[in-house]
């Protein structure tokens, strides 16, 4: 996964699913393609690319609820 790219991974969706994930704690979007498998760690479903995080404010936290929508 290159982290300067807006990427993420997820253990079953198809690679080149694109998604509009959210950050719940305020409300920043950002699309991102699936192209790695993960996370490993129980009870996450995503992770995201650190540019993807970048762009929804999650750098500081490192990991934070959010939502994600199936676009294409």
Not at 20 to 47: M, Y
Request: glycine share 10%; net charge positive; aromatic share 4%.
């Amino acid at each position: 996964m290159n982290p300067t790219l807006l990427t993420a991974a997820h253990k079953s969706l198809s690679f080149g699913t694109k998604l509009k994930v959210t950050n719940a704690t305020n409300g920043k979007s950002v699309i991102v393609r699936i192209n790695d498998r993960g996370p490993f760690i129980r009870g996450r479903v995503l992770d995201l690319s650190k540019a993807a995080a970048q762009n929804i404010g999650m750098i500081r936290s490192g990991h934070s609820k959010v939502c994600y929508e199936i676009i294409g």
